[in-house]
């Protein structure tokens, strides 16, 4: 045996804990044997024991124990830990932008950094595999299932410890069940958290960290005063609220009176961020408390969380269920009109005139572009954040308009597109109506069984009071859901009653006036340009030489045909659910014209 290796109880490797070292030993072949395991924990769902990373470490390595496979013993910063891969992240976060490459590439931003590397290295033939607990451990969402699914073509062995997957048309369906279902539990788990978030904060509870002045106790429904920093911060209401106290003024007063921020950690580094996805334990960081600085004082005086509210589901302030107010609304009141009075500025009480104002910004930290001329040149400059990696940080306006005539003409559909849409017509279309008019008589079924219901319900009414059935309460709840549910189904059966082949007429027809649209562009003056640009889009994101966009209305549906590229019919059964958005897109880009 060399000795520069050494025998574990998974196989024969090295241990390499520097990473250039490992990966020139990667390219000349030393691992194409060995398996990595790769662990990841929901970040959704912290009480499922399958979600736990200890658990799918112990069982992954016991499936490699079993099978002989060898584990490839390496350690490199911020990927793995003798081999193993350990990650925390939402299994409904994806980065749904794409960008388009000039060899006919498509591609986008996988948001897991370890997963992204792994798939990186099997993709060069560094190793033979990787062991996995389940299929909804490693994907899901589509794109991570297609990029799986391709590195298994080209010969990487992925090994599932919980499932074996059949090299048959079986097995192909199997994989595919698995990967659906991890694909909708993963929507379902959003849409809970969502649901839940929402209903919470209807009700007036704080479903997020309350401000200096409160206590977080780690439950939503009690935030109580902090008892050493609310006669604090509402000293430094009424202080202010005088107009003798400037905000410099205040957080002088408040180092001088001890008045800090609540502890916080600090910032963790790449190893205590891996060391802590590893193991499962959380690092014992010193907590600091910071004084008060300017921004924080204004942030303070200018949050309506201390009036007793709480930012509801339609970013209003609500009366707050969770929490009693701190000042009272005329307090409140009288600090932002001290505040608005001290906004004035020379220089821009009056905005100049420039065109894309607002419309722009970066695409990496969202900060915006702002305009500004220089000889008789527009320029856009963007004041990014010191993380920002987009090094785009000035443009010019026609750098920015021939961008964005690109992207107006890519809107409409290319003959390809428009022949594969014609024998999609002919081929499908039937079909997709026939799917439309099943799912009429299942939601007419749906409203009949709860029309009985209603009716059951009001008939029986004192009979199921008297009985404790319901309360006066909750037969209000029952009643109030059950005229919900059939308003529901009203709204999907309006939607669903329109014709497969008078969409897809609108969505030709808005195709083709963006190609007008776009000869129009291309002819146009700033100004004209400028008006077209907020008509059909909400907002460009520039990172280095990409613009990206944000349409309007029906043009969202131009758009995401590119998501469904290996499933156009998928696409086309969706678009009778936008036919009032498309039917809007087209009446705007007409008034364009006149």
């Given at each position: 045996m060399?000795?520069?290796?050494v025998?574990n109880i998974l196989?024969?490797?090295k241990?390499?804990?520097?990473?250039?070292?490992?990966?020139?030993?990667?390219e000349s072949?030393?691992?194409?044997?060995?398996?990595?395991?790769?662990?990841?924990k929901?970040t959704?769902?912290?009480?499922n024991q399958k979600?736990?990373?200890q658990?799918?470490?112990?069982?992954?390595?016991?499936?490699?124990?079993?099978?002989?496979?060898?584990?490839a013993?390496?350690?490199?910063?911020g990927?793995s830990l003798?081999g193993i891969?350990?990650?925390?992240?939402s299994g409904?976060?994806?980065d749904?932008t794409?960008?388009?490459g000039k060899n006919?590439?498509v591609?986008y931003n996988?948001e897991?950094?370890?997963?992204?590397?792994?798939?990186q290295?099997?993709?060069k033939g560094?190793?033979?595999?990787v062991i996995?607990?389940?299929?909804?451990?490693?994907?899901?969402?589509?794109?991570?299932n297609t990029?799986?699914?391709k590195?298994?073509?080209?010969g990487?062995?992925?090994?599932f410890?919980l499932?074996t997957?059949?090299?048959t048309?079986?097995?192909?369906?199997?994989m595919?069940i698995?990967?659906?279902?991890?694909?909708?539990h993963s929507?379902v788990?959003?849409e809970?958290v969502s649901l839940?978030?929402?209903?919470?904060?209807?009700?007036?509870i704080?479903?997020?960290?309350?401000?200096?002045?409160?206590?977080?106790?780690?439950?939503?429904?009690?935030?109580?005063?902090d008892?050493?920093?609310?006669p604090?911060i509402?000293q430094?209401?009424e202080?202010?609220?005088?107009g003798?106290?400037?905000l410099?003024d205040?957080?002088?007063?408040?180092?001088?009176?001890?008045?800090?921020m609540?502890p916080?950690?600090r910032r963790?580094?790449?190893?205590?961020?891996?060391?802590?996805e590893?193991d499962?334990?959380l690092?014992q960081?010193?907590?600091?408390?910071?004084?008060?600085?300017?921004?924080?004082?204004h942030?303070?005086?200018?949050?309506?969380?201390?009036?007793g509210r709480?930012?509801?589901t339609?970013k209003?302030?609500?009366?707050?269920?969770?929490?009693?107010?701190?000042?009272?609304?005329?307090?409140?009141?009288?600090?932002?009109?001290?505040?608005g009075?001290?906004?004035?500025?020379?220089?821009?009480?009056?905005?100049?005139?420039?065109l894309?104002r607002?419309?722009?910004?970066c695409?990496?930290?969202?900060?915006?572009y702002?305009?500004?001329t220089?000889?008789?040149i527009l320029?856009?400059?963007a004041k990014?954040?010191?993380?920002c990696?987009n090094?785009?940080k000035?443009i010019?306006?026609?750098?920015?308009e021939?961008?964005?005539g690109?992207?107006?003409a890519?809107?409409?559909f290319?003959?390809?597109?428009?022949?594969r849409?014609?024998?999609?017509t002919e081929?499908?279309?039937?079909?997709?109506d026939q799917k439309?008019?099943t799912?009429?008589d299942m939601?007419e079924?749906q409203?009949?069984?709860?029309?009985?219901?209603?009716?059951?319900?009001n008939?029986?009414?004192l009979l199921?009071?008297r009985?404790g059935?319901?309360?006066?309460?909750?037969?209000?709840?029952?009643?109030t859901?059950?005229?919900?549910?059939?308003a529901?189904?009203?709204g999907?059966?309006?939607v669903s009653?329109i014709?497969?082949?008078?969409?897809?007429?609108?969505?030709i027809?808005l195709?083709e006036?963006l190609?007008?649209?776009?000869f129009?562009y291309?002819?146009?003056v700033?100004?004209?340009?400028?008006?077209?640009?907020?008509k059909i889009f909400s907002e460009?994101?520039l990172?280095?030489?990409?613009l990206?966009?944000?349409c309007?209305?029906?043009?969202?549906?131009?758009?995401s045909?590119?998501y469904?590229?290996?499933d156009?019919t998928?696409?086309?059964?969706?678009l009778?659910?936008y036919?009032i958005?498309?039917e809007?897109?087209?009446?705007?880009?007409?008034?364009l014209?006149?």
């Amino acid at each position: 045996m060399p000795r520069n290796q050494v025998v574990n109880i998974l196989g024969i490797s090295k241990i390499w804990t520097n990473e250039k070292a490992f990966l020139k030993a990667a390219e000349s072949g030393a691992f194409r044997d060995h398996y990595l395991i790769y662990n990841r924990k929901s970040t959704d769902e912290p009480n499922n024991q399958k979600n736990s990373i200890q658990y799918q470490k112990a069982e992954n390595l016991r499936f490699a124990k079993r099978f002989h496979l060898p584990i490839a013993n390496i350690t490199a910063k911020g990927f793995s830990l003798n081999g193993i891969i350990s990650e925390k992240h939402s299994g409904f976060k994806e980065d749904s932008t794409l960008h388009f490459g000039k060899n006919g590439t498509v591609q986008y931003n996988v948001e897991r950094p370890k997963f992204y590397r792994l798939v990186q290295y099997l993709n060069k033939g560094y190793f033979k595999g990787v062991i996995v607990l389940c299929w909804d451990r490693v994907s899901r969402n589509k794109g991570d299932n297609t990029i799986i699914e391709k590195l298994m073509k080209q010969g990487c062995d992925f090994r599932f410890t919980l499932a074996t997957y059949d090299k048959t048309s079986s097995g192909a369906l199997h994989m595919d069940i698995d990967s659906m279902f991890a694909e909708h539990h993963s929507r379902v788990t959003s849409e809970k958290v969502s649901l839940n978030i929402e209903n919470q904060r209807s009700k007036g509870i704080c479903t997020y960290k309350a401000p200096v002045g409160y206590l977080n106790t780690g439950t939503m429904e009690h935030k109580p005063f902090d008892p050493i920093r609310s006669p604090l911060i509402r000293q430094l209401f009424e202080l202010y609220a005088t107009g003798m106290y400037s905000l410099a003024d205040l957080a002088r007063w408040s180092a001088a009176h001890g008045m800090t921020m609540p502890p916080v950690r600090r910032r963790r580094t790449e190893e205590e961020v891996l060391a802590e996805e590893e193991d499962e334990v959380l690092l014992q960081i010193e907590a600091v408390e910071r004084p008060l600085t300017y921004n924080n004082i204004h942030k303070i005086l200018t949050n309506p969380f201390y009036t007793g509210r709480i930012l509801g589901t339609n970013k209003e302030y609500i009366q707050s269920a969770s929490h009693k107010r701190l000042i009272s609304d005329e307090l409140f009141e009288k600090v932002q009109h001290k505040l608005g009075n001290k906004r004035v500025s020379l220089h821009y009480t009056q905005k100049l005139n420039h065109l894309y104002r607002g419309l722009l910004r970066c695409g990496v930290c969202s900060r915006s572009y702002t305009p500004y001329t220089k000889k008789g040149i527009l320029y856009f400059g963007a004041k990014c954040a010191k993380e920002c990696s987009n090094s785009q940080k000035n443009i010019n306006l026609a750098f920015l308009e021939e961008k964005i005539g690109c992207l107006i003409a890519n809107l409409s559909f290319t003959e390809d597109e428009f022949n594969r849409l014609e024998a999609t017509t002919e081929t499908d279309i039937a079909l997709l109506d026939q799917k439309r008019i099943t799912e009429l008589d299942m939601q007419e079924r749906q409203k009949r069984k709860l029309r009985e219901d209603l009716t059951y319900l009001n008939a029986n009414r004192l009979l199921l009071l008297r009985s404790g059935v319901y309360t006066p309460e909750t037969f209000i709840a029952e009643e109030t859901r059950l005229y919900g549910d059939i308003a529901s189904l009203q709204g999907k059966e309006q939607v669903s009653d329109i014709s497969m082949f008078e969409v897809i007429k609108e969505i030709i027809e808005l195709s083709e006036l963006l190609k007008s649209l776009y000869f129009y562009y291309k002819n146009a003056v700033s100004e004209e340009r400028e008006d077209y640009v907020r008509k059909i889009f909400s907002e460009l994101s520039l990172s280095e030489n990409t613009l990206r966009i944000k349409c309007k209305n029906g043009l969202q549906v131009l758009e995401s045909r590119f998501y469904s590229v290996g499933d156009p019919t998928g696409w086309i059964s969706e678009l009778n659910k936008y036919s009032i958005e498309i039917e809007t897109s087209v009446e705007i880009i007409k008034r364009l014209f006149d």
